[in-house]
């Protein structure tokens, strides 16, 4: 249990062994479930609980807390990582009350078999008294499910956002004291789990710009106690600007494809044009995901397994499709044996990208010289486009 401000405190959980989220998403740095207690004069309120993997560590830091009552439990977002411990909590403190909006009400019910008659429901901008505290309810809807929803605690000028502005980063310090090290657990954060939601992110920053924030306290992560550190870099990340950069995932079997990226990647070096290069047998896919944030162009290697893109091509195709990053330009290049569907599978995986696809390089076989003049087309073709963006020095 840690002390943010008087009376308000941290008393969720470090989970510095796990290593998957959503049996998806790499985890190399832990992560925590922040929950906050907030103690008004008059009545007391938890906001949000923790994994229930951890539920004994949130009862434990609320019975460290001296806390004998209970009156609300604002749940902001219904996956269980934050209010999977609700019933536990119910269980210890059986009068306490959920307070949520209605669209999370009803997945709280439909998740955690959670009785009616322990909701109160709140408005857009509604607020609630502790008595010397109020917390004021603001919807953020789709940061990243569609109920999620924030608190302001107005006399203390605490932003509470829940997964909104996270990092899955387990630390020991309570407020960002890593900069860098907390710019890019956040940055991987917003790839994988919020970048598919650029747009709602967007009237979302519009719509708390107005708030006086000393701290914006997340449900993953350390807190940040400069806050326009964090709302410049979602700024920045859900702009429609990108950056002179190439992301190359790709996967070679027999070393046809990786020929072919060798020499495709010097074209764009020597072109002036950045490039990422992801082997998809090792990559981490936070790190691709991460890459996607900037990239002016994607483009994917992939050989030809019975007739289409290698699986592993396939799977990064169809992440990329989910994540929606907001690239430009796409294109494919590798080879192929007998069969050739690869370049139409693989763009038929990729439907939600807004991108100009580039005319894709196929090689039967071992490249030869006419592919390796047709990969530096593609380079020439890559360099004109992201002049005409005006993202290159
Ligand atoms: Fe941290 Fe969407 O849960």
Same mark, same amino acid.
């Given at each position: 249990m840690?002390?943010l401000?008087?009376?308000?405190?941290e008393?969720?959980a470090?989970?510095?062994?796990?290593?998957?989220?959503d049996?998806l998403?790499?985890?190399?740095d832990?992560?925590?479930?922040?929950?906050?207690?907030?103690?008004?004069?008059?009545?007391t309120a938890?906001?949000?609980?923790?994994d229930?993997?951890k539920?004994e560590?949130?009862?434990?830091?609320?019975?460290?807390?001296?806390?004998n009552k209970?009156?609300?439990i604002?749940?902001?977002?219904a996956e269980q990582?934050? $209010?999977?411990?609700?019933? /536990?909590i119910?269980?210890? =403190?059986?009068? @306490? !009350?959920?307070?949520t909006?209605p669209?999370c009400?009803a997945?709280?019910?439909?998740?955690?078999?959670?009785?009616?008659d322990?909701?109160?429901?709140v408005?857009?901008g509604?607020?609630l008294s502790?008595?010397?505290?109020t917390?004021?309810?603001?919807?953020i809807?789709?940061?990243h499910?569609?109920?999620?929803?924030?608190?302001?605690?107005?006399?203390?000028?605490i932003?509470?956002?829940?997964?909104?502005f996270?990092?899955?980063l387990?630390?020991s $310090?309570l407020?960002v004291? /890593?900069?860098p090290?907390v =710019?890019?657990? @956040? !940055?991987?954060?917003?790839a994988?789990?919020?970048?598919p939601f650029?747009?709602?992110?967007?009237k979302?920053?519009?719509?708390?710009?107005?708030?006086?924030?000393?701290?914006?306290?997340?449900?993953h992560?350390p807190i940040?106690?400069k806050p326009?550190?964090?709302?410049?870099?979602y700024?920045?990340?859900v702009?429609?600007a990108?950056?002179?950069?190439v992301v190359?995932?790709?996967?070679?079997?027999?070393?046809?494809?990786r020929?072919?990226v060798e020499?495709?990647?010097n074209?764009?070096?020597e072109?002036?044009?950045?490039?990422?290069?992801?082997?998809l047998?090792v990559t981490d896919?936070?790190?691709?995901a991460m890459?996607?944030v900037d990239?002016?162009?994607?483009?994917?290697g992939s050989p030809?397994?019975?007739t289409?893109a290698?699986?592993?091509?396939a799977?990064?195709?169809i992440l990329?499709?989910a994540?929606?990053?907001?690239t430009k330009?796409?294109?494919i290049i590798?080879?192929y044996?007998?069969g050739?569907?690869?370049?139409?599978?693989?763009?038929?995986?990729v439907?939600?990208?807004?991108v100009?696809?580039?005319?894709?390089?196929v090689?039967?076989?071992?490249?030869?010289?006419?592919d390796?003049v047709?990969?530096?087309?593609?380079?020439?073709?890559i360099l004109?486009?992201?002049r005409?963006l005006?993202i290159?020095?």
């Amino acid at each position: 249990m840690r002390q943010l401000k008087p009376n308000i405190y941290e008393v969720g959980a470090i989970d510095w062994d796990r290593r998957l989220f959503d049996e998806l998403i790499p985890l190399p740095d832990g992560t925590s479930y922040n929950a906050y207690l907030v103690k008004g004069s008059e009545k007391t309120a938890l906001l949000d609980t923790v994994d229930p993997t951890k539920s004994e560590v949130l009862i434990g830091n609320l019975v460290s807390a001296g806390v004998n009552k209970l009156d609300y439990i604002v749940s902001h977002h219904a996956e269980q990582d934050h $209010s999977g411990t609700i019933p /536990d909590i119910l269980t210890l =403190y059986p009068n @306490a !009350k959920i307070v949520t909006n209605p669209k999370c009400k009803a997945m709280l019910i439909d998740l955690l078999n959670i009785e009616e008659d322990k909701f109160i429901t709140v408005d857009d901008g509604q607020a609630l008294s502790l008595g010397d505290k109020t917390l004021q309810f603001i919807y953020i809807p789709w940061v990243h499910w569609p109920e999620t929803l924030g608190t302001y605690l107005q006399e203390d000028r605490i932003f509470f956002p829940c997964d909104f502005f996270g990092s899955h980063l387990a630390a020991s $310090s309570l407020f960002v004291d /890593d900069e860098p090290r907390v =710019y890019e657990a @956040a !940055k991987r954060y917003y790839a994988e789990i919020m970048m598919p939601f650029r747009m709602p992110i967007q009237k979302n920053l519009e719509k708390i710009k107005d708030l006086q924030i000393d701290l914006i306290a997340p449900s993953h992560g350390p807190i940040y106690d400069k806050p326009e550190f964090i709302i410049n870099a979602y700024k920045d990340w859900v702009s429609d600007a990108v950056k002179n950069e190439v992301v190359l995932a790709y996967v070679s079997m027999h070393g046809s494809t990786r020929k072919m990226v060798e020499h495709f990647v010097n074209a764009l070096i020597e072109r002036g044009i950045s490039v990422r290069q992801f082997n998809l047998t090792v990559t981490d896919i936070g790190e691709l995901a991460m890459a996607l944030v900037d990239a002016a162009t994607l483009v994917l290697g992939s050989p030809t397994v019975l007739t289409g893109a290698h699986p592993k091509v396939a799977y990064a195709a169809i992440l990329t499709n989910a994540l929606r990053p907001k690239t430009k330009f796409a294109s494919i290049i590798g080879s192929y044996g007998w069969g050739d569907r690869m370049v139409e599978q693989l763009t038929g995986l990729v439907p939600n990208l807004k991108v100009e696809i580039i005319e894709p390089v196929v090689a039967k076989g071992y490249p030869e010289d006419e592919d390796f003049v047709a990969l530096d087309r593609l380079a020439d073709q890559i360099l004109i486009k992201h002049r005409e963006l005006k993202i290159m020095d």
